[in-house]
């Protein structure tokens, strides 16, 4: 019975260490993502104010006749 007892208690950590290392690694890919994303957002952002910038510019010059 102690032999087993052990041995299940063994079982047990080793579990929960693989699956607390596994959560983890899940965090820390989604912590990237999220990085990621952000600057994508970012990026999207200042383009659409350049293109936002352009547009009125051009409105803004008068036509040649």
Do not use: G, K, W
Not at 30 to 56: G, Q
């Amino acid at each position: 019975v102690t032999h087993f007892c052990s041995y299940h208690s063994r079982r047990v950590r080793l579990i929960r260490n693989t699956t607390v290392s596994q959560m983890d690694a899940m965090t820390q890919q989604n912590a990237a993502l999220v990085d990621e994303a952000t600057a994508a957002v970012l990026a999207a952002s200042r383009l659409s104010a350049s293109l936002s910038d352009s547009y009125f510019a051009i409105l803004a010059t008068p036509e040649s006749s």
